[in-house]
């Protein structure tokens, strides 16, 4: 096939998906694609009986505390190093290079150790 072929499928191509899409976006019901019928709106108010369950769940949790009083627990090291704050970003990141020199905002992340 030579170019001008090619082209022409091309465009067949496109004109018939367009035609489908417009068949089918245009004809057919009328009904809105998502529809709230009343039994949905009471099902979500419902749906609060379930926070409510998992909240009476959380009150009733006990959490054992004898973790923080082992041995193993008291024999922990912390090992993170603080980085120093470092400029990052500046005011006005459209403005032309060297107009300004002030930074945005600077960041001061820990990084805990590696290998210790």
């Given amino acids: 096939m030579n170019g001008s072929n090619t ?10 998906a367009a035609a ?3 068949y089918f976006g ?3 019901n ?3 694609a998502f529809t709230m019928i009343p039994g949905e709106v009471q099902g979500s108010i419902a749906g609060g009986d379930d926070i409510a369950a998992l909240l009476v769940q959380l ?11 082992s041995l193993e627990y008291k024999v922990l090291v912390d ?20 107009s300004s020199s002030r930074s945005a905002t600077t960041s001061t992340p820990r990084v805990p150790a ?3």
């Fill in 114 to 116: 590696a290998g210790r």
């Fill in 59 to 69: 009150n009733n949790l006990k959490i054992d505390n004898s973790l923080f009083e």
């Fill in 30 to 32: 009328n009904e809105p």
């Fill in 79 to 98: 090992y993170t190093i603080e980085v120093p704050a470092i400029p990052i970003g500046r005011v006005n990141p459209f403005a032309p290079l060297g």
């Fill in 26 to 28: 245009f004809s057919g």
């Fill in 7 to 16: 082209k022409t499928i091309i465009i067949i191509v496109i004109l018939i």
């Fill in 20 to 22: 489908v899409a417009a």
